[in-house]
């Protein structure tokens, strides 16, 4: 199946490594042009290199997204260098575990500016070009537990996923007459090299086997270029249909019915 994502921009946030970096990476194998940002310089710039090593052309900026200013930056530096933007997927993100009763402001802001305000700042600053370009794609990876609780400990991130999911739908139905779709992602649990699943499989071999045994339908983790496959779908007009939707992509993982 031809995507049709040739030619086009899509912009990564933390595209780096992990999920965003296997993203970028299915986006530029479909023709796109890439722009990429992580705080850790080196490991972006590695990327960059392997990405251009395959034929893409790539922008990576050194940025941390819950600056606000960043977001305009990168936007901006991605019109300046390829004219515009077609596709966005806010990909940052990460966690603050804790019991509610136990946790500090400055833990809910830390991950509300991570997992939330970065990704806010970031959708409204790519809607000029978007517009300007008569349309384009904006999309959230959130997570299962955006869509279900994900037990105790995770107030803070099972906040900010489902308030991810909650916008997008909102801003799927103000941004569609712009021909803007907006969408979200549930991941369930992806394992890849150096990611917090393949840490925990190494540290405890059996406890995860319990785990897969109890909540992993297929019987394995979910891989992260099974994510990306999916994001580049959606992003592309294959999905044309596809807006304001919260897609999983979870092997079975998830309980709700909705
Ligand atoms: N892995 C899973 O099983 C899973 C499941 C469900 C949902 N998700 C979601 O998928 C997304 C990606 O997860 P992942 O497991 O791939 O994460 P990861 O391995 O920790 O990678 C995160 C990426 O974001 C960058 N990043 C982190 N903080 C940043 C900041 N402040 N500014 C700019 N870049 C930043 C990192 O680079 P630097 O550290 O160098 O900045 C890296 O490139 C997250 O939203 C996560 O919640 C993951």
């Not at 970028?24 to 490991?43: D, S």
């Not at 105790?152 to 916008?167: F, V």
């Not at 990611?195 to 785990?211: H, V």
């Not at 983790?221 to 959606?234: H, K, P, Q, R």
């Amino acid at each position: 199946m031809d995507l049709g994502l040739r030619g086009k921009t899509a912009i990564v946030t933390g595209g780096s490594r992990g999920i965003g970096s296997y993203v970028a990476r299915a986006l530029a194998a479909e023709g796109c042009r890439v722009a990429i940002c992580a705080r850790g310089e080196e490991q972006l710039a590695a990327t960059a290199a392997a990405l251009e090593a395959e034929g893409a052309e790539v922008l990576a900026m050194p940025l941390d997204v819950t600056e606000p200013g960043s977001a305009a930056r990168l936007v901006a530096a991605t019109v300046e260098r390829f004219g515009g933007v077609d596709v966005l997927v806010n990909n940052v993100g990460g966690n603050k575990r804790g019991a509610f009763a136990e946790l500090t402001d400055g833990d809910w802001e830390a991950v509300l500016d991570l997992n939330f305000k970065s990704h806010q700042r970031m959708s409204r600053e790519v809607i000029p070009a978007m517009r300007a370009a008569g349309g384009g794609v904006i999309l959230f990876v959130a997570s299962i537990f955006g869509r279900e609780a994900g037990g105790r400990g995770l107030a803070i991130y099972n906040t900010t996923k489902s308030a991810l999911i909650s916008m997008a739908k909102i801003m799927a139905l103000e941004l569609a007459g712009d021909g803007i779709r907006v969408l979200s992602i549930a991941p369930g649990s992806i394992r890849f090299p150096g990611g917090s699943w393949d840490r925990r499989c190494l540290d405890d071999p059996e406890g995860m086997a319990e785990f897969i045994r109890e909540n992993l339908p297929l019987g394995r983790f979910g891989t992260a270029e099974e994510i990306a496959d999916v994001v580049a779908f959606l992003v592309s007009d294959r999905a044309s249909l596809v807006t304001g939707a919260c897609i999983n992509v979870d092997g079975g993982q998830s309980r709700s019915l909705i």
